[in-house]
């Protein structure tokens, strides 16, 4: 008996859509809908809205970065693709760097959250109009839709430790 290898393909439009509608919900708000994975007002800029630069510099505990070392990161990683786009991926990342980032006052808190901002709008354009959906880049859009979905929650709880003092 012979094993028959079925191969089966996923409309560019589809998976595109599909992916957009999670990037996006993890970033900002929805609205009524859909809600794949979050609850209403809880997306990453919605939840950066009203931290405060005091609150985005205190560390939230004696072994994790502070919030805005998590922005910092979290962008970092979307510029890294971006260069590693430009380069052929010869670039070498600081990611211990990306996590340096101590007490912010409010232009640099303001400052990181704009960046984290562009550097999401320049991912969404990237993967609204890329053509070209092999392995990798299907590898590498999940990785970051689990990236910024990890790191959001990370600041969601790191938000409700400084808080809750």
């Known amino acids: 008996m012979t094993e028959q290898i079925v191969t089966q393909t996923i409309a560019v439009e589809d998976f595109r859509t599909g992916f957009l509608a999670l990037w996006k919900e993890i970033f900002e708000s929805t ?3 859909p809600h794949w994975i979050l609850d209403t007002g809880t997306s990453l800029l919605e939840t950066l809205s009203d931290i405060t630069a005091e609150e985005a510099s205190i560390p939230v505990s004696n072994q994790s970065a ?3 070392a998590q922005v910092n990161h979290t962008s970092y990683y979307i ?3 971006r260069e590693g786009i430009a380069t052929n991926f010869e670039n070498k990342p600081d990611w211990d760097g990306s996590w340096q980032v101590g007490v912010v006052d409010d232009a640099q808190w303001q400052a990181l959250v704009d960046t984290l901002r562009a550097n999401y709008d320049w991912f969404t354009q990237l993967a609204t109009e890329n053509e ?3 392995a990798d ?3 590498g859009a999940m990785a970051m839709i689990a990236h910024a979905a990890y790191h959001l929650g990370e600041i969601r709880q790191g938000i409700g430790v400084i808080r809750g003092r």
Do not use: Q
Request: proline share 0%; no cysteine.
């Open 31 to 33: 609205g009524d809908g």
């Open 79 to 81: 510029e890294e693709l």
């Open 132 to 134: 070209i959906w092999t």
């Open 66 to 68: 502070n919030l805005a």
């Open 137 to 139: 880049y299907v590898g």
